[in-house]
């Protein structure tokens, strides 16, 4: 191990000072391979000094310009996609067709972004009283930052920075400490694409780098990505600073599956959603609700699926699953086939005895069945390829476990019944809702965010949503008097 990985701060590649560091592995084959720097908070100010420094003038630039560098910033994006896949699969260990699949979906934020002429343009109403016109504009924050987790090193920073820096922000972005390359990568693109230095900056760094971020007076706003805790944490630290916070959390994700449904077309969707990336997605299905007497049907169609899955090294051709993202989490994540087997539910599939690779954080995939909900494999966020089937008898029954749990980031639906759909549709209290769709991540023109632990805050990430978030509105009211009819008026205008 001799590499080192820093701080990208003023256009350039800057070491770090605080004497702290943490190791990046490649999870494929279980050693380090690098080592990160961790900002301290004194380092933390300097790169907010400089990021406020530059969005003085980005706010200034036109919108033409701004849009043209995003224009750039996609092409940069777009032919250099196997290049950062391969990065994000060496530290995070998704296989590379997936790494390109996050990719594809960040990619479309800055497609969504490179139209900052139309998403800014404010409303106007003349002659609202007499010689008087109202009108408003929305104006950037200053310095916003993002906090982002492990499991998206490329696309999450997107769904942010995308939006941040096409309405005329700074954006300083503290990547997930276990893969941080991608973000050094993106601003590497930013740069080529012509965005003046200081603009996005990647501060690399722990909880000490995220607390100063949090404490910091010229830091306006900050978008959190990561687990419900820390999400937690961030909403009611940085909302109590006075900054904008939106903080998305944890999930467990239900799929509700009908008696009508396609069982084999639910199974290949849901084996997709439940192991895909090692079950380290926010909407990863976790959790599948049978419904009736397609439980024994389905249980039986998932798992002669899973044996077929290749579990290896994410960069080789032909693998489906690669590792989890440290050996810790690994031992964590299978420690839950003996929780739940010691609560009573039945092993169908165990991913310790999986065809695994000697070296490496491997972990085949599991499914649990008969899982009920006081059990610990029900109620916490696991995280990893493990998928649990709980059995119930109506839909009534299976809905109201969806809207029970905690977590409401997203769920599915299967079935073949437009009237069903469309009714879980209407009552689920989930922010996010599939129809035979097991991911629904919404596209980048949506905005994407959980309810209830699932996101702390009033506004969803990218879209919409987040060009509101990362400006501030401002009402200009303006009276341009015809000189003929001037007048002295003492009395509160009424504007009638
Ligand atoms: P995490 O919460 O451990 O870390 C997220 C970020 O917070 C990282 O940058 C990390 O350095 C920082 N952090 C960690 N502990 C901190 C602390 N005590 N104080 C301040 N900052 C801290 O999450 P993770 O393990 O990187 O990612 C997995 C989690 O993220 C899962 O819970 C997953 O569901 C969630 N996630 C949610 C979404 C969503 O859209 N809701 C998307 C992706 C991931």
Same mark, same amino acid.
């Given at each position: ?9 003023? &256009? ?15 999870? /494929? ?7 990160? +720097? ?44 196997? *290049? ?8 995070? &260990? ?31 109403? @003349? ?51 276990? =893969? ?11 740069q080529k694409a012509g965005l ?10 722990? $909880?000490? %780098?995220?607390?100063? #971020? !949090? *404490?910091?007076?010229?830091?306006? /706003? ?28 944890? %999930? ?7 008696? +009508?449904? =396609? ?21 990863? !299905? ?22 077929? !899955?290749?579990?290896?090294?994410? /960069? ?7 590792? #989890? ?6 031992? $964590?994540?299978?420690?839950?086939v003996d929780a739940g087997s ?10 310790? @005895?999986? =065809?695994?690779? *000697? ?7 599991? !499914? ?5 909900? *006081? ?12 998928? =649990? ?30 009237? /069903? ?34 996101l702390f805050g009033d506004t969803?990430?990218?879209?919409? @949503? ?31």
């Amino acid at each position: 191990m001799d590499q080192r990985i820093s701080h990208w701060v003023d &256009g350039r590649t800057r070491p770090g000072t605080s004497g702290r560091t943490s190791p990046v592995f490649n999870p /494929a084959v279980g050693e380090v391979a690098a080592e990160v +720097d961790l900002a301290s908070a004194a380092e933390v100010d300097d790169a907010v000094r400089s990021a406020k420094q530059a969005a003085v003038a980005w706010r200034s630039t036109s919108l033409s310009k701004r849009a043209s560098i995003l224009f750039e910033f996609r092409q940069q994006l777009s032919s250099r996609a196997d *290049e950062l896949a391969s990065v994000i699969t060496a530290e995070h &260990g998704k296989v590379h067709s997936d790494a390109l699949g996050e990719i594809a979906r960040g990619l479309e934020n800055v497609e969504f972004a490179a139209g900052v002429p139309q998403l800014l343009k404010g409303g106007f109403s @003349e002659q609202a009283a007499t010689d008087v016109d109202v009108y408003d504009i929305r104006q950037p924050l200053g310095v916003v930052a993002g906090i982002t987790p492990f499991n998206f090193p490329a696309m999450v920073p997107l769904w942010m920075c995308a939006n941040a820096i096409a309405c005329g922000n700074a954006f300083i972005l503290k990547p997930s400490e276990k =893969d941080p390359s991608a973000s050094l990568l993106l601003a590497d693109m930013w740069q080529k694409a012509g965005l003046p230095d200081g603009v996005f900056t990647v501060l690399h760094g722990d $909880r000490e %780098a995220v607390d100063a #971020l !949090l *404490e910091h007076p010229d830091v306006a /706003a900050i978008s959190f990505v990561g687990s419900t805790p820390v999400a937690r944490h961030i909403y009611e630290t940085g909302t109590a600073r006075g900054k904008r916070v939106q903080a998305l959390g944890g %999930a467990k994700n239900h799929a509700l599956v009908l008696p +009508d449904a =396609d069982v084999d077309l639910a199974a290949d969707a849901i084996v997709g959603a439940a192991y895909g990336s090692a079950g380290e997605r926010c909407m990863a !299905l976790s959790v599948t609700v049978a419904v009736g007497d397609v439980a024994d049907r389905l249980v039986e169609a998932i798992a002669v699926r899973l044996p077929k !899955l290749v579990i290896g090294d994410g /960069a080789a051709p032909g693998i489906d699953m690669g590792p #989890l993202i440290t050996g810790e989490h690994r031992d $964590r994540v299978a420690g839950y086939v003996d929780a739940g087997s010691g609560a009573g539910a039945t092993v169908v599939v165990d991913g310790r @005895e999986a =065809d695994l690779p *000697e070296r490496g954080f491997f972990l085949g995939a599991t !499914l649990l069945d008969h899982v009920t909900p *006081e059990m610990t494999v029900y109620t916490d966020e696991i995280f990893g390829p493990v998928l =649990d089937v709980v059995r119930v008898d109506t839909f009534d029954e299976g809905l109201e476990l969806i809207n029970s749990n905690p977590y409401a980031n997203g769920t599915a639906i299967f079935t073949r019944d437009g009237g /069903a759909a469309r009714r879980f549709q209407f009552e689920v209290e989930v922010g996010m809702v599939g129809i035979n769709v097991p991911v629904p991540v919404p596209v980048a023109y949506y905005s994407f965010g959980g309810w209830k632990a699932s996101l702390f805050g009033d506004t969803h990430m990218y879209g919409p @949503e987040g060009i509101n978030f990362y400006t501030r509105g401002k009402v200009v009211t303006s009276r341009w008097p015809d000189p003929a009819s001037s007048q002295v008026e003492l009395g509160f205008p009424t504007n009638r």
